[in-house]
């Protein structure tokens, strides 16, 4: 199975994520990110879905979306070329003896330190997923102490 990047555009509406939300659910598909935003046009949003399936299966999901009233396009971003990005906000324990190794880490992955207390050091770093993936993993031996991850949003190149 294959992770698909899929681009809706909608209507700005009431009901129009749960609906889309409700077709997933009801077909037994999964979605493993969401990002939904307004776009350039304040009564049409931009849905970011990242879904795995084989592309039957996700040729199956985008008929069904076109179907859905209030949707204007449905677009797989991996049928070619398109930009990603992920943000990440990670709280890393503040071991002073390691702070130095941690800001090392964080400079490689091209994060920041955005705050510091004296229980744990919060940093930000934007990427691609496995970016975001490498630097969890680089940090995780100093103490994770929460995660949130945006999930993908992602533009077509053309």
């Known amino acids: 199975m294959q992770e698909h990047i899929i681009s809706l555009t909608v209507e700005d509406r009431f009901g129009m994520l749960a609906r889309i939300a409700g077709l997933f659910s009801a077909r037994g598909y999964n979605i493993n ?3 939904v935003a307004t776009t350039e046009d304040p009564s049409v949003s931009r849905l970011v879905l990242t879904v ?3 592309q ?3 040729e199956q999901i985008i008929k069904q979306l076109n179907k859905l009233i209030g949707v204007i396009k449905t677009v797989d971003l991996n049928e070619g070329k398109y930009l990603e990005r992920e943000l990440l906000l990670v709280k890393v324990d503040n ?3 390691k702070r130095s190794e ?3 880490l964080v400079e490689l992955y091209r994060g920041m330190v955005i705050d510091v207390t004296s229980k744990y050091l919060m940093v930000e770093a934007m990427g ?3 970016q975001i993936d490498g ?3 680089a940090l995780r031996p100093y103490g994770l102490k929460e995660v949130v991850r945006t999930g993908k949003v992602a533009i077509g190149r053309e």
């Open 33 to 35: 990110s969401l990002v």
């Open 135 to 137: 630097l969890l993993v």
């Open 52 to 54: 795995s399936g084989d």
């Open 95 to 97: 071991n002073t003896q």
């Open 128 to 130: 691609e997923s496995h």
């Open 56 to 58: 039957p299966i996700i």
């Open 102 to 104: 941690i800001l090392k």
